[in-house]
T-cell receptor
């Protein structure tokens, strides 16, 4: 069945460094969503991507959907301690969403 | 934040007892979901609902049942709780117009 693989599983960075997490699929995705979950919190929706090659930005966060629609990335420029948390991707439809296992980001001040 | 609440927020129960978790939304969204989250497993779908009295199984539905008698409420029942059901349970809603889901604050359930 369809799977979504997220890498890396964990990432430690020094505050100010950049961070990237990737979401990869062996099959073409119709859409991809990204979420952030702070420690002890609930997942919060960040963005949805649907077009091939789409790039969206939210302040220091840049989201990209691959040309083949089989992968996506989330890039954070100049990380801050407020970026700490787990970033999840998912894809699918309203009846069947496939979730990645998430990338946990730790930021050393 | 979307109008979605979960109750109780924390519960400790004994093996073999029935447990019901409640999800309540004020957004009139069509879709509602129950997930469990465990370390190393991410978010796993238990059951979901696509309308009143319309529900379907997710990937980890064994040992769980759900009911949706009103648009705003989605109940998750553990008929006979087991220690393997110790987890954090999240409810989520979706309008059906896009794929974004809004999550409740979660219920931490411990089965001893």
């Amino acid at each position: 069945g369809q799977q979504v693989m997220q890498i890396p599983q964990y990432q430690h960075v020094q505050e100010g460094e950049d961070f990237t997490t990737y979401c990869n699929s062996s099959t073409t995705l119709s859409n991809i969503q990204w979420y952030k979950q702070r420690p002890g919190g609930h997942p919060v929706f960040l963005i949805q991507l649907v077009k091939s090659g789409e790039v969206k930005k939210q302040k220091r966060l840049t989201f990209q959907f691959g040309e083949a629609k089989k992968n996506s990335s989330l890039h954070i420029t100049a990380t801050q301690t407020t970026d700490v948390g787990t970033y999840f991707c998912n894809a699918g439809n309203n009846r069947k969403l496939i979730w990645g296992l998430g990338t946990s980001l730790a930021v050393n001040p | 934040d979307a109008g979605i609440t979960q109750s109780p927020r924390h519960k400790v129960t004994e093996t073999g007892t029935p447990v019901t978790l409640r999800c309540h939304q004020t957004e009139n969204h069509r879709y509602m979901y129950w997930y469990r989250q465990d370390p190393g497993h991410g978010l796993r779908l238990i059951h979901y609902s696509y309308g009143v009295k319309d529900t379907d199984k997710g990937e980890v539905s064994d040992g769980y049942s759900v009911s949706r008698s009103k648009t705003e409420d989605f109940l998750l029942t553990l008929e006979s709780a087991t220690s393997s059901q110790t987890s954090v349970y999240f409810c989520a809603i979706n309008s059906g117009n896009s794929y974004e889901q809004y999550f409740g604050p979660g219920t931490r359930l411990t089965v001893t």
